[in-house]
């Protein structure tokens, strides 16, 4: 009887991790208490392709719409995906991202990456912790902020991001419904720029 490879467990349990959450990380194989060695044997084998530093995923898995978002994000735990990245996730906009936005808790060390180019925006308090959901994207789960709060963030730094980027985002998300006045609203009001943007939103009611 052919007896099974000493690595068959932990191999199956780093594919399944890859199958789950779309991005493995070697550090991610810690809590399994998996050597890193079998993730690099199974990219020797090609079960598994290396898509940035530190970070696999199955060889056979679909083409990455959006890899910057999902390498990013896998890179920089607790930091949101925000402002244009957002946007152009929701439709939202037609701006192509020359960045990966993201939102960060004030306080928070600035992550260092190569690449894809970053830009960071901060907040604190409701207006950060308010306004965050997930989406599924590659396979992976992404924190990002919701439509309502990403528009109303866009008019909060619209010094950076564009007031165009911004009244555009707001009329399609009106237009499209993926938030109501009373949503974006709120999520104004959070962001303390509700007297800024009430004006725009009577104009497109």
């Known amino acids: 009887m052919t007896e ?8 199956a349990k780093i594919l399944e991790l890859a199958a ?31 898509v940035g530093w530190g970070l696999y995923r199955l060889t056979n898995a679909e083409p990455m719409g959006a890899p910057d978002v ?9 930091a949101v995906i ?7 996730q929701y439709g939202l906009t037609l701006e192509i991202p020359k960045t990966v936005d993201l939102l960060l808790p004030r306080g ?3 992550p260092k990456m190569d690449y894809p180019p970053l830009r960071l925006f901060r907040a604190s308090g409701d207006s950060f912790d308010q306004g965050i959901t997930a989406i599924d994207l590659d ?14 963030d866009c ?3 619209r010094s950076r991001v564009g007031k165009d980027i911004a009244l555009e985002a707001l009329r399609e998300g009106l ?3 993926r938030f109501t006045p009373a949503e974006f609203g709120a999520a104004a009001k959070v962001d303390r720029v509700l007297a800024v943007v009430r004006p725009y939103v009577e104009s497109l009611l």
């Open 20 to 50: 789950d959450a779309g991005v493995v990380r070697p550090r991610d194989l810690a809590a399994y208490d998996i050597h890193r060695m079998t993730l690099t044997r199974l990219v020797d084998e090609g079960l598994m392709v290396r």
């Open 175 to 177: 237009n499209k419904k």
């Open 139 to 152: 396979g992976a789960r992404v924190p990002i902020t919701t439509p309502a709060k990403t528009v109303a």
């Open 155 to 157: 008019f909060k730094f």
């Open 82 to 88: 925000g402002l244009v990245s957002a946007l152009s």
């Open 108 to 110: 928070m060390a600035s």
């Open 70 to 78: 999902v390498l990013v994000s896998a890179r920089v735990p607790g």
């Open 4 to 11: 099974p490879h000493p690595d068959q467990g932990p191999r």
